[in-house]
């Protein structure tokens, strides 16, 4: 990748050959650095001294956050998860009982725990085709009356497949609802613009494909949306905030928000077409190598596949792969049922490998972890 090479090498090399990016993506020197800058400036100088001295830093990371997804600034925040991103927006739209929220079937497990404590919603489940996507058209034809918003997970967290975003806004323009998304594993993969996504809201971690801070998330709330669905618990002190970030709380981590906007401005400068290109070609590297293995199955299918790599080796236990390999330096990561229970169920899986390189994945990691796998699944 011709960028500079501190935006693209993690910090501190890592101790192990490192495949857990859809978990934790490994931050860049200046991210690290700004991050560890900001917290000894507040104990120089006070948490409230600190912040004026960076208000024309953090003013840029907004502007930052704002250009990577194609938006105006005051319809963005920094939140803390993106979970908690997703909730501000769900809450925002004061759901009563009875009415209904369409989601995929790869949905967080968290996410859908949210929903269940809200009296009386009720959650439909969008259909998917063979490779698990979300059937836009089939969709169409389960719409209910009673249907208030379209929740969409962009890039699920438990296989490769990427819904089609696009179809899903057009669908639910047409329908007259409210249109989300859960862009956790996505932002920081691909290029992403709200604007042809025609979304009122997207929510995204900091500290997966951005490679920011945990404790991190970018909020993007439409501007006519906001208005019309203001937060439902604002904090603020004196004049209440009418853009973006009045759902975020008063008290914050600025340390990881100035972190957040280094991490943003690096992916600019890198470039998400790049990125994407990058990702493409080692996922496809790492699929093509697994895929050729005996006894190893891959667990998702079809041609838009994002960088996370779903997997398992037949007679041995998800979990016991992950530690073999660990023991080898090699770091994967297990999901389990729980955290995406309705695509889990429907594949009739408990759990699930899942390897996701990185821009700073070499092929020599990737032909590591394929080898890797070729040995545990032959002593199966």
């Known amino acids: 990748m011709r960028t500079p090479a501190i935006f693209v090498a993690p910090a501190r090399p890592s101790r192990e050959v490192y495949f857990a990016n859809a978990a934790h993506g490994l931050p860049s020197a200046p991210v690290l650095q700004a991050l560890q800058d900001y917290l000894v400036e507040e104990a120089e100088w006070g948490a409230a001294q600190a912040a004026q ?48 929220v369409l989601v995929d079937r790869s949905c967080w497990g968290g996410t859908l725990g949210m929903l269940a404590d809200l009296p009386g919603v009720v959650v439909d489940v969008m259909p998917a085709d063979a490779n698990g996507r979300v059937d836009v058209s089939a969709t169409a034809a389960m719409v209910h009356p009673a249907t208030r918003c379209i929740l969409l997970t ?7 497949i990427v819904n089609p975003a696009q179809a899903v806004g057009a669908l639910a323009r047409n329908i007259g609802v409210p249109f989300l998304i859960d862009a956790c594993q996505m932002l920081g993969q ?16 900091g500290r997966k494909w951005l490679r920011g801070p945990r404790g991190t998330a970018l909020l ?53 077409e790049a990125i994407a290109e990058r990702l493409a070609a080692l996922s496809g590297h790492l699929r093509a190598g697994l895929s050729a293995l005996p006894g190893v199955t891959m667990m998702e299918s079809g041609e838009d596949l994002s960088a996370i790599v779903a997997f398992r080796i037949a007679g041995i236990p998800d979990a016991q792969v992950m530690a073999d390999l660990a023991r080898r330096g090699i ?11 309705i695509d889990m169920a429907a594949r009739e899986l408990d759990t699930v490998l899942r390897a996701a390189p990185q821009v700073y994945t070499s092929e020599h990691d990737v032909d590591a972890l394929v080898q890797a796998v070729a040995d545990l699944a032959v002593m199966a």
């Open 53 to 100: 001295r960076h208000e024309t830093q953090l003013a840029e990371a907004y502007a930052a956050a704002a250009r990577l997804i194609g938006a105006d600034v005051d319809e963005v925040a920094f939140l803390e998860s993106g979970n908690r991103a997703l909730q501000a927006l769900i809450l925002s739209l004061r759901l009563e009982p009875g009415d209904h």
């Open 154 to 160: 962009w890039c699920p967290a438990t296989s490769g």
């Open 190 to 205: 691909r290029p992403v613009d709200v604007r042809a996504l025609g979304c009122h809201g997207l929510a995204a971690s």
């Open 220 to 272: 993007y709330v439409e501007r006519d949306f906001l208005t019309a669905h203001p937060a439902f618990m604002a904090d603020q002190i004196g004049r209440p905030r009418s853009d973006a970030r009045m759902h975020e709380p008063g008290e914050a981590n600025q340390a990881g928000r100035m972190a957040l906007g280094v991490a943003i401005q690096a992916a600019l400068t890198v470039g998400l």
């Open 331 to 341: 770091r994967i990561g297990v999901l389990e049922k729980a955290h995406a229970p």
